[in-house]
């Protein structure tokens, strides 16, 4: 069979991959006592009103947030713009669980801010005065929308600035304002970016953890965390985590068929010059206010605070423990982008030489742990490789040996695999990018010349597709150290990542003792904002 190694390889491949995701359906058939009915009949109307609340409250503040944003940046001379263009996406970057200590400590009964009204109006107790409580449903929904809004404000800038500019000259000669051209054309031509942007954002805050934690309020996710450890019932929190999984695809499902019906020819034909309305009196520092106070308020407050508490708590900080905990991040971050990078291209390269559905298939299964919510992969991790542990163990002591005991939950393998299924999507998307511009003349050439199919990877694609390669590496690597869900659940014992450091911090309202390693986490995640804005920037002039 033609190309049957290549095949073989990357179906295996996507299979292992896929394996946490059968693992967890099979896992949710199978019996857990009575612990799932009474969690049906006691809480988990709860667990499902307050994670619907918390996702409808987060994607309409993201809306809020992101789409005014995006067109003044795009569409209009807002001082400052060139800046913003990128400083907009900065609290990508930032952790939504220091954002949620940090404006706590700052909003609460006792922080400062209260306590200067109090000073001021002479109140005394809080029967005096109301003020919004921060650790409640809608303040985690305003902090995770304050980190998580950069998607919808990204997405939409970069559909704004590729929309004719032919389309808007004629609306406005039709007589619209630039408000009537924004309501009416820009918004509509821009909707299905800003339905990918919205489907990002719920799957986000669907897979949020830390943030509702600190919070105390019961979601789905800490469902999953609290069953699986607080009860030890893995089977009912694969069935909590099956419901996470099904709201997710229904997500992907309904974005995909708000889509499906529209059709858009209007893309920039390049030779036109970009469109910019002026901005003129109050309506002009309006809008730079509303763009550098998000800023302000989504990385530019928490990062300061963070930077004070680093230096101030420097010594106490700098410790062995933070920098083994900081060598863990590194080691497995760079083993899961390595590992990462090879499957891509060994996936990738088998699509290019089938071109047929039989290669396309394993891309698309390998690629599908990318949706899950850490907790409910590290769930779907678990079940397998507690199930391997086991039969491990019985073969060993069935020949009479001592078994290894727990060879994969209890070691780094569980947390690596966890972090690969989630993250591998990144790594084939930047390389079957990349792949996609190689013309086939190339390999055509190179069968000419007598070349087999490993020496035409190594002297066709791999060069080429270096870049994105590279690229796709990186985005695994960020992604890897800034991971807490799976890391709290597939850790070994006595073993720490930078996120589980700074989280133990944080959940002891210490953060000034984790400042310094939450600095390192936001300064590499900035690497790959930094080289996504590079890429879109040529369309921003």
Not at 220 to 241: E, H, N, Q
Not at 448 to 454: E, F, R, V
């Amino acid at each position: 069979m033609k190309n049957f190694g290549w095949i073989t390889g990357s179906w295996a491949s996507a299979l292992l991959l896929a394996l946490p995701v059968l693992a967890l359906v099979f896992s949710a058939f199978s019996a857990d006592g009575d612990l799932f009915s009474h969690l049906a009949d006691t809480v988990l109307f709860d667990y499902l009103a307050n994670t619907l609340g918390l996702v409808v409250g987060v994607v309409l503040l993201s809306l809020l947030f992101g789409v005014p944003t995006a067109w003044l940046v795009a569409m209009c001379q807002v001082p400052g713009r060139r800046s913003l263009q990128w400083a907009l996406m900065l609290p990508m970057a930032m952790p939504s669980y220091i954002v949620a200590y940090v404006y706590t400590d700052l909003l609460d009964y006792s922080g400062p801010l209260q306590a200067w009204l109090r000073q001021l109006f002479g109140w005394s107790s809080p029967a005096d005065y109301w003020f919004p409580a921060i650790r409640s449903l809608g303040g985690a929904a305003w902090v995770l929308a304050l980190v998580l809004f950069p998607y919808v404000y990204l997405l939409t800038r970069a559909s704004f600035l590729e929309q004719s500019v032919s389309l808007i000259h004629s609306s406005r000669l039709l007589g619209c304002s630039p408000w009537q051209s924004f309501r009416r054309l820009s918004l509509p031509l821009a909707r299905p970016a800003i339905m990918v942007a919205v489907s990002l954002v719920a799957m986000e805050t669907l897979a949020d953890f830390a943030t509702v934690h600190f919070f105390a309020i019961n979601t789905l996710t800490t469902a999953v965390y609290d069953t699986w450890l607080g009860y030890g019932s893995l089977a009912t929190a694969a069935k909590l985590s099956c419901l996470m999984l099904l709201a997710v695809v229904l997500l992907i499902a309904l974005e995909r068929r708000s889509r499906s019906r529209q059709q858009v020819f209007q893309k920039s034909m390049g030779h036109e010059q970009p469109l910019r309305y002026p901005l003129k009196g109050i309506r002009r520092w309006l809008a730079a206010i509303w763009c550098w106070g998000l800023v302000l308020a989504g990385f530019g407050l928490p990062f300061v605070i963070l930077l004070d508490y680093g230096v101030r708590y420097f010594e106490l900080s700098w410790t062995p423990e933070f920098v083994r905990f900081a060598g863990n991040s590194l080691a497995i971050s760079a083993l899961t982008a390595l590992l990462a990078m090879g499957i891509a291209l060994l996936l990738g390269f088998c699509r290019r030489l089938d071109g047929g559905f039989k290669s396309l298939l394993p891309l698309r299964i390998a690629a599908m742990g990318y949706a899950m919510p850490g907790t409910v992969l590290a769930i779907g991790v678990l079940v397998p490789l507690t199930a391997l542990d086991f039969a491990i163990n019985d073969l060993a002591e069935w020949l009479g040996r001592q078994g290894p005991g727990l060879l994969l939950t209890g070691t780094l393998t569980a947390i690596v695999f966890g972090y690969l299924v989630r993250f591998v999507a990144i790594a084939i998307g930047s390389v079957e990018s990349s792949m996609g511009k190689i013309s086939p003349s190339l390999d055509m050439a190179a069968r000419s010349l007598g070349q087999g199919d490993g020496a035409m990877l190594r002297r066709v694609p791999l060069p080429l597709v270096r870049r994105g390669l590279f690229a796709g590496a990186m985005l695994v690597f960020i992604e890897s150290m800034k991971e807490l869900p799976a890391a709290l659940l597939l850790r070994p014992f006595n073993f720490d990542t930078l996120a589980t450091h700074v989280y133990q911090f944080v959940s002891d309202e210490m953060l000034e003792r984790g400042a310094l390693g939450a600095i390192v986490i936001v300064l590499v995640g900035l690497l790959p904002l930094i080289w996504v804005n590079r890429n879109l920037d040529g369309a921003g002039h």
